[in-house]
């Protein structure tokens, strides 16, 4: 019981303590959670290419930018969302809703540049919906998006049935999976790398953005501080069905194919790499470079994993392990620290009372 | 205060006709019946014949037992992401047993696999409470690492319906005075978990955590200990129901129960249990999971393809969320009125 209540009020301090920015600036950038995945990152690269002989090739690094790219893109908005402490989980349904749209216009004799634009509507649409339902009427969006996972999945799936759409024209598949010379890196990581700059730019140096951290942290206080909280969700998840539909285009390009079931599951990928990036479940928490760090991390990981012929379930296993050990290992270390001042404290106090 | 509580005054039959039809069950229970009326007049088989009433009841029970899991966690304010997964493994421990150990009994193979599952469910339990970590994020990630444990003993050893001893399939679709035997277990399993949140203080306690999990702790309620529990029996109800999947359908690959968290968190939401914990009943659940299943035998029927029912699902989720919030909002204006009247 005391304990509880020494946590719920805690005994008023005497000097106002800023420990956040008592420390210098290189410390506060360096010893976060987003610069221990960089890091890590960058061991896992390092440590790749020089132990497995032929990763550190430009084919290499292609594929796996290829592969990372739909996650890449749909980790910015989500990274968003999941500051201002909601959840889409309906971002794979509405790559899939939008694969098939594209597909089965461009079946339907549309040309596939209008088929590309009506998916992207579509994207805004579903996205919008999702936005509705979480701001106008007031539902959590852990349970619409569960809803709209499975009604966008239905849809797309209702569409074409078992058919599948192929033959799309050459030019945009070759153009999806072109690389820059012998670099290695496709042409549509330049996409990647505005969009990634457009949305730092709007999280971290917009006053909308930081509307975004408030709204994480404590809507209601937010909201008295003149944050517009229902616009500002409403247009996250719009955003996060704007980009969800543009990674389903892409998917259409990359892998020449639509189908009902493509994409299926990627929500769970794109949330795991998320957090893994750093941002908090709870809201407020969160940088994106600590995100595409994260996403880029578990794609590295896979692909070094995969060359040394180690099988896609164990993959997914250190997948999950490393989500399950990110989001347990804060709660760990903060455990430790109270461990230890708590148990030199006991220490102090009772030496004087032994005495007395 | 007197003016806010008066149930007193009414007689208990006027009570008990008040409580049935204001209560959530009855809405889902009448849907469902709309659901077979029409179906059944457009094709009387569905119904009628000794097949359709078999499957009718048989074809939900596996759900049925996922969905009281499930509602079980939803209802401690957590979610467990990891059911499919875990049917996949259950389903998988039992067919190995029976290849591993010919000539084992039935009732040691069905032990087995509720005790894998209440394990794994102990693992879910324990990192969330212990932690003190999102249900929904450890779910997920063990969601992965299940699959993938699953994927890797599963190879390319695949279990098929020759592997099983015949008395173990023919369990799965065997009947009791025309009642198969699965919808018989998942009814005793909802009878007794259904008495246990009802009426005990182990299951008013998971209201209680559910409705304000710090008010609970406050209170001197053992959350930690009352959520592993609540993770650990929906590990085991889901691991029967994984050693029923063997039984029902004899063949086990390393996809087997995929998906299936997303079904269980359907049935539960579409049967009243509010996903941020605290209300709804199992038997809601239950009823929850029969209605999507049902409604999934019968849009073929329907002359719906059935490509469409996961949209329908979708609409139905969507449907029930958005029906709680209109009545939770309807129940605190008049709350609110009473309360202005009372003051007046």
């Given amino acids: 019981m005391t304990d509880s209540s020494t946590s719920l009020h805690p005994a008023p301090s005497r000097s106002r303590a800023y420990p956040y920015y008592s420390s210098p600036a290189w410390k506060r950038f360096l010893l976060t959670r987003e610069f221990a995945v960089v890091i890590a990152l960058i061991i896992v690269a390092v440590g790749a290419s020089t132990s497995i002989r032929k990763f550190s090739s430009p084919l290499t690094l292609g594929y796996l930018l290829l592969d990372a790219t739909p996650i890449l893109l749909i ?46 509507v579509l994207g805004i649409l579903c996205g919008a919906i999702n936005g509705l339902l979480v701001t106008v009427v007031g539902l959590p969006s852990l349970a619409v998006t569960i809803g709209t996972l499975a009604l966008f999945r239905g849809i797309a799936v209702g569409i074409l049935g078992t058919k599948s759409v192929v033959n799309f024209p050459e030019y945009w598949t070759t153009l999806t999976t072109s690389i820059f010379g ?94 893994l990036g750093g941002v908090s479940i709870f809201g ?45 290992s804060p709660s760990f270390f903060a455990w430790l620290k109270g461990k230890i001042p708590r148990a030199a404290r006991e220490r102090a106090s009772k030496a004087p009372a032994s005495r007395g | 205060m007197t003016t806010l509580i008066s149930p007193a005054r009414k007689n208990p039959a006027a009570r008990a006709i008040e409580t049935l039809v204001k209560s959530r ?63 996949g493994l259950t389903a998988y421990l039992t067919g190995r047993l029976f290849v591993d150990f010919p000539g084992l009994p039935i009732p040691v193979a069905i032990i087995a696999g509720i005790a894998l599952g209440a394990l794994l469910g102990l693992i879910n339990g324990a990192l969330i409470a212990c932690a003190k970590v999102p249900a929904l994020v450890v779910t ?20 098929n319906a020759s592997d099983m001893p015949r008395d173990f399939l023919g369990f799965g679709v065997s009947s009791f005075l025309n009642i198969p035997t699965l919808a018989i277990i998942a009814a005793l399993v909802l009878v007794a978990v259904g008495w246990y949140m009802r009426t005990t203080r182990g299951g008013r306690e998971l209201y209680a955590i559910g409705s304000d999990p710090s008010a609970a702790t406050l209170y001197g309620l053992r959350v930690a200990k009352r959520v592993i529990l609540a993770f650990v029996a929906c590990g085991a109800l889901t691991g029967l129901a994984g050693v029923l999947f063997a039984a029902r359908y004899g063949t086990v690959d390393s996809q087997a129960g995929t998906g299936f968290e997303l079904i269980s968190v359907a049935a539960a939401v579409v049967g009243g249990i509010a996903i941020f914990g605290g209300s709804g009943s ?36 969507l449907g029930a969320i958005a029906l709680d919030r209109v009545l939770a909002l309807r129940r605190f204006h008049k709350l609110i009125e009473i309360r202005d009247n009372a003051n007046d």
């Fill in chain 1, 284 to 328: 407020g928490k969160g940088a994106l470079h600590g995100v595409l760090a994260g996403v880029l991390l578990i794609g590295t990981l896979q692909s070094a994993l995969r060359f040394v012929n180690v099988t896609s379930d164990v993959i997914n296993i250190v997948v999950g392990a490393l989500l399950v050990a990110s989001i347990v």
């Fill in chain 2, 282 to 317: 199992v038997l809601g659940a239950a009823i929850g999971a029969v209605l999507l299943l049902t409604i999934n035998r019968a849009l073929p029927l329907l002359g719906v393809q059935d490509f469409w029912q996961q949209a329908v699902v979708g609409a139905l989720i």
């Fill in chain 1, 182 to 275: 012998k670099s290695g890196i496709p042409y549509v990581i330049v996409l990647v790398v505005i969009l990634a700059l457009a949305f730092v730019l709007l999280l971290h140096f917009t006053p909308f953005g930081r509307g975004i951290f408030a709204i994480g942290r404590n809507q209601e206080v937010a909201a008295f501080s003149g944050v517009k909280v229902q616009r500002t969700k409403f247009i996250l998840f719009v955003l996060s069905g704007l980009v969800s539909a543009l990674a389903g285009i892409y998917f259409t390009f990359r892998y020449g194919s639509a189908r009902g079931d493509n994409a299926q599951g990627l929500e769970l990928t794109v949330i795991a790499a998320v957090l």
């Fill in chain 1, 75 to 120: 980790a910015l908005p989500m990274t968003l969302i999941l500051i201002s402490a909601e959840i889409d989980l309906s971002v794979a349904s509405i790559v899939g809703l939008s694969n098939v749209t594209l597909g089965a216009l461009f079946d339907a004799g549309w040309p596939v540049e209008l088929a590309a634009l009506a998916a992207l």
């Fill in chain 2, 140 to 159: 997920l990630g063990t969601l992965y690492i299940y699959r993938g444990v699953d994927v890797w003993w599963v190879g390319r050893k695949p279990i």
């Fill in chain 2, 25 to 87: 069950e009855t809405g889902i229970v009448l849907a469902l019946l709309m659901v077979l009326v029409v179906t059944t007049v457009r094709s009387p088989a569905f119904l009628v014949s000794t097949d359709g009433f078999r499957d009718l009841l048989l074809t939900p029970a596996i759900f049925v037992l996922l969905a009281i899991g499930q509602a079980m966690v939803i209802i401690t304010r957590n979610i467990d992401l990891s059911v499919g997964s875990v049917v």
